[in-house]
């Protein structure tokens, strides 16, 4: 089948959204009742992807499969009438279409993202998410695709993608995942990712596609406490375009990665984009598997349980994801990591976080009686 090579780094907002952002609309003015250019028809492929040979989903669904977690997707929207995402996909928000509910997807971006991280087995279809388990809360911010070098479509500013960011805080998300990138540092959005932070929100982020064009420094992965995630092929190897620097903290599979596209079928794409989603899964499963982690906690035993980096540089950060290694094995000494822009310090004594802490222990101990029950 024809493989579209669009990084986009929402990879969509990945090489446009930090600079060239376009000024926010009026809500009169961007309220179309259907997309524009819808994303073209895909065919189901039956055949078994690169990244799940490599992390085999099954052996991990006998420890946590993400039950009771909500990871928000700040994305292009999810189509929730995927066949291997019906009945994972919350209602969630539009920023970019304010009265929307996340769930039109304009672009594909933020589909074929919250597949790879919850897609339900489907037979005929090898393909499925790294934590199945897990309720997608998709959070619209941008239409914009990446094809052949041109961008088209619309995005929300800085502004925009900070409250974007804080309302899915606000609505329970244990797990960010930002396949987003700005080469700007805008303080709404470091504060925005300091609120989530101090809510014990993990939060995953991609690195950008822009290795050949200087690494420029992107957010929201360059701030501290966010997981900054690289791009590698099937070898193992970094991929070209995966941006190199200490922003980089671990890497994933992010080229010729397979994934689900709207309607019915699946498309393959790369980008840094499609890597964020496997280390956001991974946080999910460990928030499900290890519900008294804090939110650091989980990022630090994710890059203890990271397997060697085939070569030296900055573009691998502690290694390349291994989700097995992450959820089972216990960390040792946190390594010293490079400075990067200071977030604000996290108040742990907070009430709401306090409650919020409790209120997600009690979820995923009910889904764990669940399974258990079931079994």
């Known amino acids: 089948m024809s493989r579209p090579i669009a990084r986009p780094a929402l990879a969509l907002l990945a090489a446009v959204l930090g600079t060239v952002l376009p000024a926010a609309t009026p809500a009169s003015a961007r309220r179309p009742a259907t997309c524009a250019t819808a994303p073209a028809p895909a065919r189901p492929v039956t055949g078994r992807p690169w990244p799940q040979q490599r992390y085999a989903p099954d052996r991990l669904a006998p420890l946590a499969t993400g039950a009771g977690v909500v990871v928000a997707v700040v994305d292009s929207g999810v189509d929730r009438a995927h066949p291997q995402l019906a009945g994972r996909v919350l209602a969630g928000a539009d920023f970019l279409d304010p009265g929307g509910d996340g769930t039109r997807d304009c672009a594909g971006h933020g589909t074929g993202v919250a597949s790879i991280i919850a897609a339900a087995p489907q037979a005929g279809v090898a393909f499925r998410g790294l934590a199945p388990g897990v309720r997608i809360l998709p959070v619209r911010v941008s239409e914009q695709q990446v094809v052949d070098g041109r961008e088209a479509g619309r995005t929300v500013g800085p502004a925009g993608f900070a409250r974007a960011i804080r309302w899915a805080v606000d609505h329970d998300a244990d797990v960010l995942n930002l396949s987003v990138v700005l080469y700007a540092d805008h303080p709404a959005v470091r504060a925005a990712i300091a609120y989530a932070q101090r809510r014990e929100v993990v939060v995953v982020a991609a690195v950008g596609n822009l290795h050949d064009n200087g690494d420029p420094w992107p957010y929201p992965a360059g701030y501290d406490g966010v997981l900054g995630v690289g791009a590698i092929g099937a070898d193992g190897v970094r991929s070209p375009f995966s941006q190199t620097g200490p922003y980089v903290d671990v890497v994933a599979p992010g080229s010729d990665v397979l994934m689900a596209a709207p309607g019915r079928g699946h498309h393959r794409a790369e980008g840094t984009s499609y890597a964020t989603p496997f280390v956001a899964a991974t946080a999910a499963l460990l928030r499900q598997y290890r519900p008294e982690l804090s939110a650091a ?55 709401a976080t306090l409650a919020r802490q409790a209120r997600r222990a009690a979820a995923r101990h009910r889904a764990l009686l669940v399974a258990g029950a079931a079994g």
């Open 297 to 351: 906690e989980v990022s630090r035993r994710i890059l203890a349980g990271a397997d060697p980096a085939p070569g030296p540089g900055e573009g691998y950060g502690a290694g390349v994801l291994n989700p097995y290694r992450a959820v089972t094995e216990s960390t040792g000494p946190a390594a010293a990591r490079p400075d990067r822009v200071a977030a604000l310090p996290l108040d742990r004594d907070d009430p």
